[in-house]
């Protein structure tokens, strides 16, 4: 009787022991390729035709999408936190004044409706994310890229994380310094950086560089940048020529000392990333090459797994 116990007992704990062993290899793993095969086939595909369809009725939303991981990505790690709504008792990451240009909020929930429709429970927000920001990139013209699945969404988000946001006014060695501590090279910044391809910023985001008078800007675009503010804080300015194109006519932008923010043209200005501008503006297929690598690491900062979060039913709220 006692032996049987003793039997039955080792057998329990080989057992356990087995599990935990599977366990920590998925852990190991965290995300794959083909999370989705069996739970969601039509994950992807869903994501896809969704992004396409909002992307072909306003362009512009590509580059909220992009913008939107980033944020996400940055703050808390890529767990759909900027997704989230403030409640009574919590004001959230999208609430602060950083969000401003994060768009696209309608597009994330109107694809995870869909997905639920056909497997429920099953996809999470920051898989859906971190998929419609890769499908914007390849609708705008860029590079198309695989990433793995498998994030769950986190369940904090508070506005004051978004501190660690970097500013427009960050220097080369600034940026390269913040981007390195989340294990980024000074290639991915500038690559990364080449995301500015798309999109507009507001006047608030560059009016300092009017006032100081600051040299790294061409005088004639200082010009139409002082245009441009005359219309208000909010008044948005192209961050390269053809803002719904992902192409490399923003590293060019940099070289005639037309970027818009203080962060981008410091890429220029310093000798460490110049070389780096000056590869993408003479070839975009290094450009897009460098970009899609960085947007994968991007896309894997610091994910959750199944008991650090869960797979939301709604993306703005906790379940
Ligand atoms: C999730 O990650 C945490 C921290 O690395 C770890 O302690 C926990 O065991 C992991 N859980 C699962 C289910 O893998
Ligand atoms: C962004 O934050 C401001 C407060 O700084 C808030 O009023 C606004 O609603 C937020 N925008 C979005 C899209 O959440
Ligand atoms: C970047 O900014 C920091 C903080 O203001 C400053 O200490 C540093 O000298 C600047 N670096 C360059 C290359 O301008
Ligand atoms: C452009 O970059 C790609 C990828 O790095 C490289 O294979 C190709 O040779 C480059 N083309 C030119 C003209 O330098």
Same mark, same amino acid.
């Given at each position: 009787m006692g032996d049987n116990k003793m039997v039955m007992a080792n057998l329990l704990s080989v057992i356990m022991l087995m599990h935990a062993i599977v366990a920590l290899s998925s852990n190991v793993r965290g995300l794959s390729k083909n999370?989705?095969?069996?739970?969601?086939?039509?994950?992807? !595909?869903?994501?896809?035709?969704?992004?396409?369809?909002?992307? !072909?009725?306003?362009?512009?939303?590509?580059?909220?999408?992009?913008?939107?991981?980033?944020? +996400?990505?940055?703050? *808390?790690?890529?767990?759909?936190?900027?997704?989230?709504?403030?409640?009574?008792?919590?004001?959230?990451? $999208?609430?602060?004044?950083?969000?401003?240009?994060?768009?696209?909020?309608?597009?994330? +929930?109107?694809? $995870? !409706?869909?997905?639920?429709?056909?497997?429920?429970?099953?996809?999470?927000?920051?898989?859906?994310?971190?998929?419609?920001?890769?499908?914007?990139?390849?609708?705008?013209?860029?590079?198309?890229?695989?990433?793995?699945?498998?994030? %769950?969404?986190?369940?904090?988000?508070?506005? *004051?994380?978004? $501190?660690?946001?970097?500013?427009?006014? %960050?220097?080369?060695?600034?940026?390269?310094q913040a981007f390195g501590q989340r294990g980024f090279s000074p290639k991915d910044v500038v690559a990364l950086s080449g995301a500015h391809t798309l999109g507009v910023a507001?006047?608030?985001? %560059?009016?300092?560089?009017?006032?100081?008078?600051?040299?790294?800007?061409?005088?004639? %675009?200082?010009?139409?940048?002082? $245009?441009?503010?005359?219309?208000?804080?909010?008044?948005?300015q192209p961050l390269d020529a053809t803002r719904n194109d992902f192409d490399n006519a923003y590293f060019n932008a940099l070289q005639m000392k037309s970027g818009v923010l203080f962060s981008d043209q410091a890429l220029f200005n310093s000798p460490v990333t110049r070389n780096l501008v000056n590869g993408y503006a003479l070839n975009q297929t290094k450009f897009f090459f460098d970009f899609q690598k960085a947007m994968r690491k991007m896309s894997k900062l610091n994910v959750k797994n199944s008991s650090q979060g869960e797979v939301r039913k709604h993306c703005r709220c906790l379940n």
């Open positions: 999370y989705y095969m069996k739970s969601c086939p039509t994950a992807e !595909q869903i994501v896809k035709n969704s992004v396409n369809n909002a992307l !072909q009725a306003d362009p512009t939303l590509a580059a909220g999408l992009i913008r939107m991981l980033f944020h +996400d990505c940055f703050i *808390e790690g890529c767990d759909a936190s900027i997704l989230l709504d403030s409640t009574n008792d919590n004001t959230a990451e $999208k609430d602060s004044p950083g969000n401003l240009s994060l768009r696209g909020y309608e597009i994330i +929930d109107d694809t $995870k !409706q869909e997905i639920e429709n056909t497997c429920p429970g099953v996809v999470s927000c920051a898989d859906i994310l971190a998929m419609a920001a890769r499908d914007a990139v390849f609708w705008a013209g860029g590079p198309f890229y695989q990433i793995p699945k498998g994030r %769950f969404d986190g369940k904090r988000s508070k506005i *004051e994380d978004t $501190k660690n946001l970097l500013p427009p006014s %960050f220097n080369a060695s600034q940026l390269i507001r006047c608030s985001s %560059f009016k300092a560089r009017l006032i100081t008078l600051d040299s790294s800007v061409d005088s004639s %675009f200082a010009n139409t940048l002082s $245009k441009t503010c005359s219309a208000g804080d909010n008044a948005e």
